[in-house]
């Protein structure tokens, strides 16, 4: 019987500002995994760390898949884009911990969790030691430890200076490009970086993601290029990258890497279709996959950009 795949994080109230309109609408990483993985009908359970004033946010959500630890403040976020969908962003982080004693959930029911900290504070060390100890494949998206506020509480960028502390623990690693240089401090970061963070830390895979360039997802061995699925329709860039790595944890177990990221990407771009999160069935994102697959040859696939 195939296991659960946990979730972690904080569940956030998001202003989205974009030229044409401006709304709110619950948010956070955890909120677009735990969504995508309910749409998909994958067993899940997130750990979600919420303002005890705010409870009510989660109405929305099965009581039955959730684990509630109540902070004093909800986190928030207003997310600002620009007619090139560029972002700026202000926030409310608060010195809030998820820690392995507000984790009381029977770990054996779980070989995989996605772990999202939205700020500094939110994931300690401990609690990342903690379920790669309980044998649970870990993987850690690292936005929150590679952002601050300002006096003014505008996002902005921040070293990750004890890195190597986390990735100790960290089966699979995924951020964007320039997370990866902002929290290695580097003005550039090329293939053999990544290798050799796989190699000294014994990760599994590195995923970075590209925005419409894409993906690539490093193993040990092999670098696998994954195309961006281009729409027409961008109606909400809120949560893609959430919305990609819960489809490629739950497709790359029955299936190789490349078509585990296609299906992520087909996912991501059907999500982006619509505003909130995933609404297309797994089925309508496997018959999507089908027929772009059958248009790749096994030469070829490696470097197929869809168009």
Not at 121 to 138: A, D, F, G, S
Not at 237 to 256: M, N, P, Q, V
Request: aromatic share 8%; hydrophobic share 30%; proline share 2%.
């Amino acid at each position: 019987m195939r296991k659960k795949i946990l979730n972690i994080g904080s569940i956030t109230k998001d202003c989205i500002i974009t030229p044409s309109e401006k709304y709110t609408q619950i948010g956070g990483a955890v909120y677009y995994q735990l969504a995508t993985l309910n749409q998909l009908k994958v067993p899940n359970t997130s750990i979600i760390l919420i303002g005890e004033d705010d409870l009510e946010m989660l109405d929305c959500l099965d009581e039955n898949s959730i684990k509630i630890i109540k902070s004093k403040k909800t986190m928030q976020y207003i997310n600002k884009y620009d007619k090139e969908n560029n972002r700026t962003q202000k926030a409310y982080l608060p010195k809030e911990e998820i820690t392995p004693a507000k984790i009381d959930i029977n770990l054996n029911e779980y070989d995989k969790a996605i772990i999202s900290p939205l700020s500094k504070y939110e994931i300690p060390i401990k609690t990342l030691k903690y379920i790669k100890e309980n044998n649970i494949e870990t993987t850690l998206l690292i936005q929150g430890y590679v952002r601050d506020t300002d006096k003014e509480n505008n996002i902005i960028k921040r070293k990750w200076k004890d890195y190597d502390k986390y990735l100790k623990y960290t089966d699979v690693l995924c951020c964007d490009e320039e997370e990866l240089k902002t929290a290695l401090d580097k003005r550039k970061i090329n293939d053999e970086d990544i290798f050799r963070l796989i190699d000294k830390y014994n990760m599994k895979e590195i995923i970075i993601t590209k925005s419409i360039h894409g993906s690539s997802i490093y193993t040990k061995t092999e670098k696998v290029n994954i195309p961006c699925i281009k729409t027409e329709k961008e109606i909400d860039h809120t949560g893609l990258g959430d919305t990609y790595i819960s489809a490629y944890t739950y497709k790359k177990e029955e299936t190789d890497i490349f078509t585990a990221g296609l299906f992520a990407s087909i996912t991501a771009k059907n999500k982006l279709e619509t505003r909130g999160t995933l609404k297309s069935t797994k089925e309508e994102i496997e018959n999507e996959l089908d027929k772009i697959l059958n248009h790749i040859s096994q030469d070829n696939k490696w470097n197929y950009n869809c168009q």
